[in-house]
T-cell receptor
Framework: NSKVIQTPRYLVKGQGQKAKMRCIPE?????VFWYQQNKNNEFKFLIN????????QIDMTEKRFSAECPSNSPCSLEIQSSEAGDSALYLC?????????????FGEGSKLTVL | QQKVQQSPESLIVPEGGMASLNCTSS?????YFWWYRQHSGKSPKMLM?????GEKEEGRFTVHLNKASLHTSLHIRDSQPSDSALYLC????????????FGKGTQLIIQP
């Protein structure tokens, strides 16, 4: 059973609507990642955090996507204005270590469908 | 352009057989490789990691790494129906960038 908790498991939005997903990382893991997995199984890195601080993010994330990991609250990823191309599985993962040596522990994902 | 290439895209192996999966990175700065397994509708889970040249074995799973060619392979012996899943290869750097870059995966089907 995954110890990274993501909610909701499914969400359906119309184009232009906001879509918000939440993630509770595994206890004690300071590093959190968000990835997008499309229907072709392609993983796209979106953003990662160490505690509340953004480590890296891609351009897409900077424009229509917003994310945060507030202290003592779930992390969240929000799409401000959903587009059809945003339909995908959004995976949150946490890790004990920053840097490329830490194993990622994934949640079950939030599947977004944009009509 | 995909920086982590996996082959084959799909593979059918009879139960009890050997499954061999390949992965190559085009980023010469990576030095850590990961294999994750994702069952249908489930989250990816780490199978094995390797950063040294050579071979590493854990149970029925063996992973090889050739750092010069940035090629890694995963071999599953005595394949079981429960091994049917999407196998994802990922590469990362121990210094600098923190993200893992994933390939598109190999869909493995074990036929009873």
């Amino acid at each position: 059973n995954s110890k990274v908790i993501q909610t909701p498991r499914y969400l359906v939005k119309g184009q232009g609507q906001k879509a918000k997903m939440r993630c509770i990382p595994e206890k004690g893991h300071p590093v959190v990642f968000w990835y997008q997995q499309n229907k072709n199984n392609e993983f796209k890195f979106l953003i990662n955090f160490q505690n509340q601080e953004v480590l890296q993010q891609i351009d897409m994330t900077e424009k229509r996507f917003s994310a945060e990991c507030p202290s003592n609250s779930p992390c969240s990823l929000e799409i401000q204005s959903s587009e059809a191309g945003d339909s995908a599985l959004y995976l949150c993962a946490s890790s004990l270590h920053r840097g490329g040596t830490g194993q990622l522990y994934f949640g079950e994902g939030s599947k977004l469908t944009v009509l | 352009q995909q920086k982590v290439q996996q082959s084959p895209e799909s593979l059918i192996v009879p139960e009890g057989g050997m499954a061999s999966l390949n992965c190559t990175s085009s980023d010469r700065n990576v030095d850590y490789f990961w294999w994750y397994r994702q069952h249908s509708g489930k989250s990816p889970k780490m199978l094995m990691s390797i950063f040294s040249n050579g071979e590493k074995e854990e149970g029925r799973f063996t992973v090889h790494l050739n750092k010069a060619s940035l090629h890694t392979s995963l071999h599953i012996r005595d394949s079981q129906p429960s091994d049917s899943a999407l196998y994802l290869c990922a590469a990362s750097r121990t210094e600098g960038a923190d993200r893992l870059t994933f390939g598109k995966g190999t869909q493995l089907i074990i036929q009873p």
